[in-house]
């Protein structure tokens, strides 16, 4: 068994890449895969709070690249799911601590263990995002319906295109169905034709997902929410099965009355 | 829908200004480039053969993410030789 490395990206910060990863993260380790995260963002360490583990932490992801550690020891067991792991990132560097070797390596130590490593790229197509898609084999943009984000994304597209990183697959987060019908926001369909490239995730806005992050405790753990069905059909999807997407419009007054039952 | 003509929804701009937008960032031209290169490419076909130059059509068309420059141009006949 080797494990697929997969780097979550999306060039404009704040879209939703590390909600992305954890949630991703929960549901393939849901499922019984073995999976670890790597919290990419060296400075902004944020992947250990939304996960809730950000007591545990000891070691990070610079101590191992700088050799004070083992990779084992900076791995932290999720305290539900023990096929899930986090690799934090420090918090006191900066991102010139790491290069795209050195995710590389630690990657490749990771490889034979798991079924699933997942990065969590900073913002930006700088030193950051270099090092989390340097040992991807495959890339998520996550992006907003929104024209900056979008625009962005296609940037990251490229890039990982000249990379030859191959077409990464597509997560649109955020989407507001009501506002899509009133045409005062981009559809699911608009940003894929602009795009392009394969989607695999349309998230909804959704308060449960800072409420989830307020407990430390993410989304797709929260029974009643659509939005833990979408993640758990995104992790389905990733591991090839060919599932149907949500139907998100017809969440009007009655639907959400009744959501915790759907 | 309403009665009354309303504005154009601000999905609709949104839209039609990202592809403008990718259009450009993909082809690293900006629209201005773009309008120098289609005059140039137009007398520099002009001197070897008969066209009208405003029948020409040059446009930046996209399948997927791949860009290609579309040229469509009607010639003249050759009614009269000099
Ligand atoms: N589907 C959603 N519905 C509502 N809020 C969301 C949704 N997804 C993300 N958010 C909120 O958006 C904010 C940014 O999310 P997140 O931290 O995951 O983005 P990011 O891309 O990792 O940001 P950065 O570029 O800073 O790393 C958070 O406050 C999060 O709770
Ligand atoms: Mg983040």
Redesign the pocket.
Do not use: H
């Given at each position: 068994m080797s494990a697929k490395v997969i780097t979550v990206t999306?060039g404009?910060?704040?879209?939703?890449?590390?909600?992305?990863v954890a949630n991703l993260a929960v549901a393939l380790a849901l499922t019984g895969d073995r999976v670890v995260c790597i919290d990419g963002?060296i400075g902004?360490r944020?992947l250990d709070v939304?996960l809730g583990l950000e007591n545990r932490i000891v070691y990070d992801l610079v101590d191992v690249v700088e050799g004070r550690c083992r990779l084992r020891q900076a791995m932290i067991r999720d305290k539900k799911l023990s096929n899930l792991f986090l690799i934090p990132a420090a918090q006191t560097r900066d991102k010139n601590a790491v290069s795209p070797s050195d995710m590389v390596r630690v990657c490749d130590e990771l490889r034979p263990d798991f079924d699933w490593v997942l990065i969590?790229s900073?913002?930006g197509i700088e030193r950051g995002f270099r090092y989390a898609i340097a040992p991807a084999d495959q890339a998520i943009i996550?992006t907003n319906p929104e024209v900056s984000a979008v625009r962005d994304a296609d940037r990251v597209i490229g890039l990982l295109e000249a990379e030859e990183k191959g077409s990464p697959s597509l997560i649109i987060?955020?989407l507001d169905v009501n506002m899509v019908r009133r045409n005062e926001m981009l559809s699911a369909e608009d940003v894929v034709d602009l795009l392009a490239i394969r989607l695999i995730g349309i998230?909804?806005?959704?308060?449960r997902?800072?409420i989830a992050?307020n407990r430390g405790r993410p989304v797709v753990l929260d029974e009643a929410a659509v939005?833990a069905r979408v993640f758990q059909n995104i992790a389905r999807r990733l591991k090839g099965e060919d599932v149907p997407f949500i139907d998100l419009g017809n969440r009007g007054l009655w639907s959400r009355l009744f959501s915790g039952r759907r | 829908m309403g009665f009354f003509r309303r504005d154009k929804k601000s999905a609709q701009s949104a839209r039609e200004r990202l592809q403008l937008v990718l259009i450009h960032d993909r082809t690293d031209l900006t629209p201005a480039e773009l309008d120098v290169l289609k005059n140039e490419l137009i007398a520099v076909i002009a001197r070897h053969i008969h066209i009208d130059p405003d029948a020409v059509r040059i446009e930046l068309e996209h399948e997927g993410r791949e860009q290609r420059l579309v040229a469509d141009i009607p010639l003249r006949n050759a009614e009269k030789r000099r």
């Open positions: 999306s404009k910060g704040g879209v939703g890449k590390t909600t992305t963002d902004l944020n939304i969590d900073p913002a996550v987060n955020r998230v909804p806005e959704d308060d997902v800072l992050s939005t | -």
